[in-house]
């Protein structure tokens, strides 16, 4: 180390160096006074300051996770304003299930108003998911759950929609894996409501109301039958018959009615419809006109059934069935989507009515007989059916022979039953006598083998489905009866142009004079006519023939000849002549009936299996201490409506039955619940980690006042300091001042 050249005297080096001392501690104190610390370094005091340092990193870190915590706050809050929210939208979707209760009718309006409400009630669930999708933070979505789904395998629900008549097959609210076997049983046997049926018969005046038939295996639907009647008293009855797009009009004359009431039966509406179903009553003028309150237009409505089930099955063998013959609101089979809820989800198909029974099950059946004619025919039997291979329609035609007055029918018939199906057609003929029941015979053999069908038949029907040419003029000699005159004097030469299908009365009035005869005609059905001829002394002196033109009534038009031999007597009053005389019979009415074979039926299964996996991507995992021993981690719950959240499921089967509305309110009541669990699980993570924010604050504050006083410096001793500090320097200059006066004194010397 250099020396210093200068020696310094023993004072002024003393002064020297307490100065220097001093100056060192003054700059010692003015640094602890613009850094407010005591400590500056880890020279100063190893100790305290590493321990200081050490607070203050703690407590940065801890600043640090403040903005971490926060942003966790924002995220749940937006979670827990889109469950508010959800929860309005639920009350919404409450809401509409009450107003459908409310309107619980099978009327179309109330079908209608059914169907708008599960509507909106979808489009109000809809709704909730894209709010639930919407309700996400900076990247973390704590309403949409784990993302786990189960859906319908594509390989089954292209197995289901296979089936002829079911198509779009899915499963909704699936809430675990199953199976749902899809089965359709049922021959598709059509009937009508009895309550709507004895409603109908009462309110319209109709009577022996019959639906009946076997549905179209490539046309059937489902739809209602809607009767209309116009026409007052004393008017024309006619009747609209509606099924679906379907309508037939026929209308029913009053000389109609007095046909029917002359040959003791009735007026008889009946049509087969392209969907399969047959629909006839009988007509009666005075029972309609008797009905009150219709002035003369009435509609009435009746439910249609069909015997078909469309059968879901599950694994655990829990079974649900919409039926075709259930009563509309009970769980009846309709046209479009059909669901099948289970606790494990809720299956869903939409039927095509028009096919659906392509695809069940069902043994070979013959129909009851149909068309105007039906109630010509008591019981059908086919022997050994099963053997039956196409369906067939079968229809039946009769000409009649020897007409016998006295029971007003034919003797005898010759039937023939023609049967035309896919497999070809076929016919037999064979003559029945009335009173028996006549097997006609190898009607099917032609065919199929062995199926013969056996028919009894009611003769008094027959004959208005049989064809016959109308009575020769030997035939209605045979009727003649007469009062006061020789009958053998009495001959018809002709009958022509009477009424067809029926028998008219004829009675002819005589009246003489010494010069003339007249013969007046008169029928049951309100015809007229009169001829007048000469003769002489009450005789005739030749034989005398003479037509009658008839005027008015339903024979109207028709001629009636007779001859009356030469000598006959006639007395001026109290002759007369009777007869019978038959129309044509021009098969007025038809029988049909249905063969159905035997069908295999079809089946398949609908399987859900999990179709995304679980992910703890939403989950928010928040931090609250700087070494992350302590944290919360809030759990993404479901609020979708599918099957892992709130198991709301879409409306089913357009609410047409309060089960389907019942379920959606015990779904709703449920979805509350979750959703209160839901927010309650927020609002109890979002006060924990508010809670944690506020102490981390404030531990922060701690953890820097900590630091602080271990090098802190206290401004009033370290000021009191420089001040002695400053003090002291100055003294030690001037002593230091004093100490060099000597060497001064000395120079002046010189």
Known sequence: MAQNEVQLAAGTRSNLLLLQRTTASLERTQLRLATGNKINSALEGPASFFAAKGLNQR???????????????????????????????????RGLTTQALGSLGTDASSVSLRESLANQYNTLLRNIDTLAKDAGYQGKNLLVGSGLSIDATSSSKAAVNALAGIGSATTTNVVSA??????????????????DIARAQSDRGISNLEISGFASTTNANYDSITIKL???????????????????????SALDSQIAVSNGVDLRFSHKFTSGTNVSFNVDFEAIEDVPDTAGVGVSVIEKNVDLQLIVTNQNGEIVTRDGQNLLGQGKLSNGENAFAFDSGTARVVVDERQLLQSSKYDAAVGTAYGTGANAVSTINIATISSISANYAVSIAAVGT???????????????????????SAAVTVAVSAGATNSVENLFAALVSGADASIAFNFNELKFTASAAQATAAE???????????LGAIAVLSAESFADNTVTSVNITITATSTSVTYQYTDEFGGTAS???????????????????????LNSGATFVLSVASGTTFQATGQELNFKVRGEFTADRAISFDVRKANAGSSAILSTKQATDASDANNLAVQLNETNTSNVTVISQNVQTNGQGLKLDFAQNGWNDRSDIDNAIRQLDAAKLTLRAASSNLSTNLNIIQTRE???????????EGASKLVAADQNEEGANILTLQTRQQLGT????LANQAQQAILRLF
Do not use: R
């Open 59 to 93: 407590a940065g870190d801890l600043n640090g996770l403040k903005d971490g915590i926060g942003q966790a706050i924002s995220t749940i809050k937006s979670a827990d304003t889109g469950i508010t929210n959800i929860e309005k939208l639920v009350e919404q979707a």
């Open 402 to 424: 020897s007409f016998d007055y006295q029971t007003n029918n034919f003797t005898t018939f010759s039937v023939t039953a023609h049967a035309d199906g896919a497999a070809g």
């Open 230 to 252: 116009s026409g007052g008293t004393g008017k024309d009855k006619t009747f609209t018959v509606t099924e679906g797009n379907e309508t037939i009009t026929q209308t029913f």
């Open 734 to 737: 001037i002593s230091l001042s």
């Open 531 to 553: 001829q007048t001829v000469a003769i002489s002394g009450f005789s005739n002196a030749a034989v005398q023939s003479f037509t009658f033109s008839i005027q008015g009534g």
């Open 694 to 704: 506020d102490y981390t604050k404030e531990f922060s504050d701690v953890l820097t």
């Open 178 to 195: 199953d199976n749902y076997k899809i089965t359709v049983t049922g021959d598709g046997a059509i009937s009508g409501s009895s309550n």
């Open 476 to 486: 209605v000699s045979t009727t003649l009866t007469g009062q006061n005159i020789s």
